[in-house]
């Protein structure tokens, strides 16, 4: 290579990884019982590639394009397996739904029987495949891996956590049990930044891009374990490997290991990498075993049966993760009017900066699947739009040969799209888009786009070349998950992993990590006083007369218990019509389950009511606070009701309230009103909750007037207490009663729990009671009426305003200016500012800000000043390093979300940028009476966007980094200059990784 010692800098050929990546641990692989090494970090001795190739060789035209299927083999009646053979004509098929053949929501179901129907379904279509191709098993798992497993909160739900390492481990456990249960594919993550109209809200993270990608990404990281790279997808990016002497040039401060790789390997031959680092860089040099440098070729995704990415790589363990497949690709939940399904009119920037993303964030983590929206991009449909498919996700954010689905029937609805003359034609579009796999959901095979192959084929718009590029991707998935090796599963004892202990105490976390305290009267929270052996001080107790007894509690609303445990309740029992109404986990599969057990899990989970425990709140209260509460559930109205609902019940549910000492209104969206299909035209509490909150709040309030007067003196009177808890599944607007909610007058505190899972009532009853410190923070802003979404505030990341929008305003008086200085316009008859802010939340502890400062980080110093060659770097170099002084100045121990904040240079770009933009955040424990000084790393992906060429970069100038509590009370902050050099060096950084 002829390198001098002066020169190691710039020609050692190191690849450089983010700061937040992890070090390696040294590793003696270990060879499996089939005889490859299973080593997450070595060498396959059987690489992917080759083995696919070698099967498709032998394949029929028939027997590829059966791979392309996704069937649900037994949604007309039982399952029998040998029933299975004479339909798949021995060809084989791609994918089966597990859901389907196990059917194990039914009374009376075992998870062991169904893992024993599974692996009978497997066994004969392995027998019965002429090649013996196994079948993938695929299931959802947005927050559940399987029937009977533990039931984590929603997207929603765990998106207001703000907890990357927390979501991670939730990925984990989801993996963990899926597998368990015989699944090799999950559903998930789901990274939709839904309008709030959209019935599926609750099923997305967040609306802002920042977070939906960090924590979509470390949900695939869960699910499939860490990334272990494959050939090339990206084009960028070369790779040196050198001998041992060049480490003589190396400082002797640097420390060095020795573990195994994949990066820089033949597939016969061993090799080892060691690294280093220097400030936040990690440095990695590849050497042959024989210590001899390659270098490998970087090469451009162009699909073919020459397998790249990720996608083809084994899992790391195939008994513990399993393929993650995103959804929806690319920007479902803009659909027009929030309606389902419907055409999209979003622009090219904003398809790149906001909804592609969280995509992008994920294909850099190894993403091995993704599912296609029903919807269009730039108006052509997404399952025929190769541009989006091949040119974006595959070939410029490094997908490769992920595994791309269609979703339900999708290809056949080309045809009405008007974009296919008939069904043979809409297959080719699809094919020719690269879609693998056709969901063919439970309707006649024959009227499903890839059934309809063979005639394209026949009819010259399809080629075998393009199905076997289709196959090649799903064999590869299928040899990644060790369908290949170990095609049955056959260790039952693991189906006691489904909600283990450990399992459910991190549903438990979860839930409440992610309960959000949006507003608390005087401190009304937290109820102290119903717990007699907490130990808090009088300060914080609701200071109620409990001479008389028991604490009464009236717990009102139709999803705060189920018909059989209201009892005590003082409302008369519901008409006919809605006694036995059941609430339906709108999909996998449709079981009666009670509204309020419903709201507590939410759409697309595995629950059929019984086979895991779901408590209501009422079921709680009653469980653990005992005889110091007299609690009386009261349904008094519902979702699902007309406005007014059942003006009786209503009634008495506000009486309950007067004579109780609390209130606990739970009030949301039930499974009718939030999940797929449920699109709404306005955000209002919907059906009589409106009718029942104004009926509570007025006679509480009347209450209050009354025991006021009454009462000999101030200090002797103890208010009642009305406590609203929400469970939507989107954004909530309360119409007149906006101002009793915002202006704290009427409602003494409002807590959103989302769909918080299994654990939701007792995490909900943790919060009301002090036992845990809420933390969670909205993760969305919450817009005053459905007439203002798409305004200034929702969603919450917007464009600058110009002169008309009121950036004149004086910021001081102005009501509709914000803390941080934001001016909002008005409607004619209300404020254009949100009734909530984005990343609003309170907590039980108090906390003070003071001191930021902002820095270009090391790792961008070193390469803007040329002392290492090339950038070898990725989206997660650290380009700004922010300090803040955190301190904790209240009585009860808590934990901070930190929010920062970039505000665009002025006068460096002709794009209006937004406002300002999420960039980093922490959760930050603190100890009452403590501080700390918090370290926040913005990458060089979440400070780059878009330039006027539409080219991914980081401009130089000089950016505001606000830091706060909230996007409206990030009022402290610092300027930070990022020079022409540090510019052009980050952004190196991002074009390794991407090709934008």
Same mark, same amino acid.
């Given at each position: 290579?002829?390198?001098?010692?002066?020169?190691?800098?710039?020609?050692?050929?190191?690849?450089?990884?983010?700061?937040?990546?992890?070090?390696?641990?040294?590793?003696?692989?270990?060879?499996?019982?089939?005889?490859?090494?299973?080593?997450?970090?070595?060498?396959?001795?059987?690489?992917?590639?080759?083995?696919?190739?070698?099967?498709?060789?032998?394949?029929?035209?028939?027997?590829?394009?059966?791979?392309?299927?996704?069937?649900?083999?037994?949604?007309?009646?039982?399952?029998?397996?040998?029933?299975?053979?004479?339909?798949?004509?021995?060809?084989?098929? !791609?994918?089966?739904?597990?859901?389907?053949?196990?059917?194990?929501?039914?009374?009376?179901?075992?998870?062991?029987?169904?893992?024993?129907?599974?692996?009978?379904?497997?066994?004969?279509?392995?027998?019965?495949?002429?090649?013996?191709?196994?079948?993938?098993?695929?299931?959802?798992?947005?927050?559940?891996?399987?029937?009977?497993?533990?039931?984590?909160? !929603?997207?929603?739900?765990?998106?207001?956590?703000?907890?990357?390492?927390?979501?991670?481990?939730?990925?984990?456990?989801?993996?963990?049990?899926?597998?368990?249960?015989?699944?090799?594919?999950?559903?998930?993550?789901?990274?939709?930044?839904?309008?709030?109209?959209?019935?599926?809200?609750?099923?997305?993270?967040?609306?802002?891009?920042?977070?939906?990608?960090?924590?979509?990404?470390?949900?695939?990281?869960?699910?499939?374990?860490?990334? /272990?790279?494959?050939?090339?997808?990206?084009?960028?990016?070369?790779?040196?490997?050198?001998?041992?002497?060049?480490?003589?040039?190396?400082? %002797?401060?640097?420390?060095?290991?020795?573990?195994?790789?994949?990066?820089?390997?033949?597939?016969?031959?061993?090799?080892?990498?060691?690294?280093?680092?220097?400030?936040?860089?990690?440095?990695?040099?590849?050497?042959?075993?024989?210590?001899?440098?390659?270098?490998?070729?970087?090469?451009?995704?162009?699909?073919?049966?020459?397998?790249? !990415?990720?996608?083809?790589?084994?899992?790391?363990?195939?008994?513990?993760?399993?393929?993650?497949?995103?959804?929806?690709?690319?920007?479902?939940?803009?659909?027009?009017?929030?309606?389902?399904?419907?055409?999209?009119?979003?622009?090219?920037?904003?398809?790149?900066?906001?909804?592609?993303?969280?995509?992008?964030?994920?294909?850099?983590?190894?993403?091995?699947?993704?599912?296609?929206?029903?919807?269009?991009?730039?108006?052509?449909?997404?399952?025929? %739009?190769?541009?989006?498919?091949?040119?974006?996700?595959?070939?410029?954010?490094?997908?490769?040969?992920?595994?791309?689905?269609?979703?339900?029937? %999708? /290809?056949?609805?080309?045809?009405?799209?008007?974009?296919?003359?008939?069904?043979?034609?809409?297959?080719?579009?699809?094919?020719?888009?690269?879609?693998?796999?056709?969901?063919?959901?439970?309707?006649?095979?024959?009227?499903?786009?890839?059934?309809?192959?063979?005639?394209?084929?026949?009819?010259?718009?399809?080629?075998?070349?393009?199905?076997?590029?289709?196959?090649?991707?799903?064999?590869?998935?299928?040899?990644?998950?060790?369908?290949?090796?170990?095609?049955?599963?056959?260790?039952?004892?693991?189906?006691?992993?489904?909600?283990?202990?450990?399992?459910?105490?991190?549903?438990?976390?979860?839930?409440?990590?992610?309960?959000?305290?949006?507003?608390?009267?005087?401190?009304?929270?937290?109820?102290?006083?119903?717990?007699?052996?907490?130990?808090?001080?009088?300060?914080?107790?609701?200071?109620?007369?409990?001479?008389?007894?028991?604490?009464?509690?009236?717990?009102?609303?139709?999803?705060?218990?189920?018909?059989?445990?209201?009892?005590? !309740?003082?409302?008369?029992?519901?008409?006919?019509?809605?006694?036995?109404?059941?609430?339906?986990?709108?999909?996998?599969?449709?079981?009666?389950?009670?509204?309020?057990?419903?709201?507590?899990?939410?759409?697309?989970?595995? =629950?059929?009511?019984?086979?895991?425990?779901?408590?209501? /709140?009422?079921?709680?209260?009653?469980?653990?606070?005992?005889?110091?509460?007299?609690?009386?559930?009261?349904?008094?109205?519902?979702?699902?009701?007309?406005?007014?609902?059942?003006?009786?019940? /209503?009634?008495?549910?506000?009486?309950?309230?007067?004579?109780?000492?609390?209130?606990?209104?739970?009030?949301?969206?039930?499974?009718?009103?939030?999940?797929?299909?449920?699109?709404?035209?306005?955000?209002?509490?919907?059906?009589?909750?409106?009718?029942?909150?104004?009926?509570?709040?007025?006679?509480?309030?009347?209450?209050?007037?009354?025991?006021?007067?009454?009462?000999?003196?101030?200090?002797?009177?103890?208010?009642?207490?009305?406590?609203?808890?929400?469970?939507?599944?989107?954004?909530?607007?309360?119409?007149?009663?906006?101002?009793?909610?915002?202006?704290?007058?009427?409602?003494?505190?409002?807590?959103?729990?989302?769909?918080?899972?299994?654990?939701?009532?007792?995490?909900?009853?943790?919060?009301?009671?002090?036992?845990?410190?809420?933390?969670?923070?909205?993760?969305?802003?919450?817009?005053?009426?459905?007439?203002?979404?798409?305004?200034?505030?929702?969603?919450?990341?917007?464009?600058?305003?110009?002169?008309?929008?009121?950036?004149?305003?004086?910021?001081?008086?102005?009501?509709?200016?914000?803390?941080?200085?934001?001016?909002?316009?008005?409607?004619?008859?209300?404020?254009?500012?949100?009734?909530?802010?984005?990343?609003?939340?309170?907590?039980?502890?108090?906390?003070?800000?003071?001191?930021?400062?902002?820095?270009?980080?090391?790792?961008?110093?070193?390469?803007?000043?040329?002392?290492?060659?090339?950038?070898?770097?990725?989206?997660?170099?650290?380009?700004?390093?922010?300090?803040?002084?955190?301190?904790?100045?209240?009585?009860?121990?808590?934990?901070?979300?930190?929010?920062? =904040?970039?505000?665009?240079?002025?006068?460096?770009?002709?794009?209006?940028?937004?406002?300002?933009?999420?960039?980093?955040?922490?959760?930050?424990?603190?100890?009452?009476?403590?501080?700390?000084?918090?370290?926040? %790393?913005?990458?060089?992906?979440?400070?780059?966007?878009?330039?006027?060429?539409?080219?991914?970069?980081?401009?130089?100038?000089?950016?505001?980094?606000?830091?706060?509590?909230?996007?409206?009370?990030?009022?402290?902050?610092?300027?930070?200059?990022?020079?022409?050099?540090?510019?052009?060096?980050?952004?190196?950084?991002?074009?390794?990784? =991407?090709?934008?």
């Amino acid at each position: 290579f002829g390198v001098s010692a002066m020169a190691w800098w710039v020609v050692v050929g190191m690849v450089i990884t983010s700061a937040a990546g992890c070090h390696p641990a040294p590793h003696t692989p270990t060879v499996g019982t089939r005889g490859r090494v299973t080593s997450p970090l070595a060498p396959e001795l059987n690489p992917i590639p080759e083995r696919v190739a070698a099967m498709v060789q032998k394949m029929s035209l028939e027997e590829l394009v059966a791979q392309t299927f996704l069937r649900y083999p037994c949604s007309t009646g039982p399952c029998v397996p040998e029933a299975l053979n004479g339909s798949l004509n021995a060809t084989g098929v !791609g994918t089966v739904s597990i859901r389907v053949v196990t059917d194990t929501s039914g009374p009376g179901s075992s998870a062991l029987a169904a893992l024993r129907l599974r692996n009978a379904v497997q066994s004969s279509l392995v027998a019965t495949s002429r090649l013996k191709v196994p079948a993938s098993f695929e299931e959802e798992g947005l927050h559940c891996g399987a029937w009977g497993g533990t039931i984590f909160p !929603g997207a929603i739900g765990l998106g207001a956590t703000w907890n990357e390492g927390l979501v991670r481990e939730v990925g984990e456990i989801i993996a963990l049990e899926a597998r368990a249960a015989g699944v090799d594919t999950v559903y998930a993550p789901e990274v939709n930044m839904f309008d709030p109209r959209s019935g599926r809200y609750c099923e997305g993270i967040s609306e802002d891009p920042t977070l939906t990608s960090r924590l979509g990404a470390a949900m695939v990281v869960g699910l499939q374990g860490p990334r /272990i790279q494959g050939p090339r997808a990206r084009g960028a990016r070369s790779v040196y490997c050198l001998a041992p002497p060049f480490f003589s040039h190396i400082p %002797n401060h640097l420390h060095h290991h020795h573990i195994l790789s994949t990066t820089c390997t033949q597939p016969e031959t061993l090799r080892y990498v060691r690294y280093f680092e220097v400030h936040a860089l990690r440095f990695f040099v590849l050497l042959s075993a024989a210590d001899t440098p390659i270098r490998l070729q970087p090469t451009r995704y162009s699909g073919g049966t020459t397998c790249a !990415g990720a996608a083809c790589t084994y899992l790391g363990n195939s008994t513990v993760n399993v393929i993650a497949l995103a959804k929806h690709y690319a920007q479902y939940g803009a659909d027009g009017g929030g309606l389902n399904a419907a055409p999209t009119d979003v622009s090219n920037r904003t398809l790149f900066e906001v909804y592609l993303k969280p995509w992008r964030a994920m294909a850099s983590v190894g993403l091995r699947g993704l599912m296609v929206a029903h919807s269009t991009t730039l108006d052509i449909p997404n399952h025929a %739009n190769r541009w989006l498919i091949n040119d974006v996700m595959r070939d410029a954010f490094g997908f490769g040969d992920g595994i791309v689905l269609t979703d339900d029937n %999708n /290809i056949a609805n080309l045809v009405p799209w008007g974009v296919a003359a008939n069904i043979s034609h809409a297959a080719a579009r699809a094919m020719a888009a690269t879609v693998d796999v056709d969901l063919q959901g439970g309707v006649e095979p024959t009227s499903l786009g890839y059934t309809h192959l063979l005639q394209a084929v026949a009819e010259g718009t399809v080629t075998r070349q393009q199905i076997e590029a289709a196959a090649t991707r799903v064999l590869a998935a299928k040899f990644a998950a060790g369908l290949f090796d170990d095609p049955v599963a056959t260790d039952e004892g693991r189906l006691a992993l489904l909600g283990a202990p450990s399992h459910v105490a991190l549903a438990c976390r979860a839930a409440s990590e992610g309960i959000v305290l949006v507003t608390n009267t005087h401190g009304a929270l937290p109820l102290t006083d119903l717990l007699p052996s907490a130990r808090t001080s009088e300060a914080q107790k609701v200071h109620i007369d409990r001479t008389s007894g028991a604490i009464k509690v009236a717990v009102i609303g139709e999803l705060s218990a189920c018909d059989s445990s209201s009892g005590g !309740g003082t409302s008369p029992q519901p008409p006919v019509s809605t006694q036995h109404r059941t609430d339906h986990v709108a999909d996998p599969m449709p079981r009666g389950v009670c509204p309020a057990r419903a709201a507590m899990v939410g759409p697309y989970t595995l =629950y059929n009511g019984s086979a895991t425990t779901v408590p209501t /709140i009422v079921e709680m209260m009653r469980t653990r606070l005992g005889p110091s509460a007299a609690i009386t559930s009261v349904r008094g109205g519902g979702p699902d009701e007309t406005a007014l609902g059942n003006t009786t019940a /209503i009634a008495a549910a506000a009486n309950a309230a007067a004579l109780s000492d609390i209130t606990v209104l739970v009030l949301g969206d039930s499974m009718s009103t939030a999940r797929e299909g449920a699109d709404r035209d306005t955000l209002d509490l919907a059906g009589s909750q409106l009718a029942l909150l104004a009926a509570v709040a007025s006679k509480v309030k009347a209450a209050n007037v009354a025991g006021k007067a009454d009462a000999a003196s101030a200090l002797a009177f103890s208010p009642k207490k009305l406590i609203v808890v929400l469970l939507p599944g989107r954004p909530s607007t309360f119409g007149w009663l906006n101002t009793a909610i915002e202006a704290e007058a009427g409602v003494d505190a409002v807590v959103v729990a989302w769909r918080p899972g299994q654990c939701g009532a007792a995490a909900i009853l943790d919060v009301l009671t002090g036992s845990v410190n809420p933390s969670g923070k909205l993760n969305q802003a919450w817009p005053r009426s459905v007439g203002a979404i798409g305004g200034s505030a929702s969603p919450w990341l917007q464009r600058r305003p110009g002169g008309w929008m009121g950036v004149h305003d004086d910021v001081t008086h102005n009501p509709n200016c914000d803390a941080a200085g934001h001016c909002f316009s008005r409607y004619v008859d209300q404020s254009a500012s949100p009734l909530f802010p984005f990343g609003h939340g309170l907590s039980y502890a108090t906390y003070r800000y003071q001191t930021v400062t902002a820095a270009i980080s090391p790792a961008v110093a070193m390469l803007a000043q040329s002392r290492v060659a090339a950038a070898e770097c990725g989206p997660e170099m650290p380009v700004l390093t922010i300090t803040v002084d955190v301190a904790n100045i209240g009585a009860v121990d808590g934990t901070e979300i930190v929010q920062a =904040y970039a505000h665009d240079p002025l006068g460096t770009s002709l794009i209006v940028r937004m406002w300002k933009r999420l960039v980093a955040f922490a959760r930050v424990p603190l100890k009452a009476a403590a501080h700390t000084t918090v370290t926040m %790393n913005v990458t060089v992906d979440d400070l780059a966007t878009f330039d006027d060429t539409m080219h991914l970069r980081v401009e130089a100038g000089v950016f505001w980094i606000s830091v706060g509590n909230s996007s409206a009370f990030d009022i402290l902050g610092a300027n930070i200059t990022v020079t022409s050099e540090a510019a052009a060096a980050a952004t190196a950084c991002l074009q390794n990784a =991407y090709r934008l």
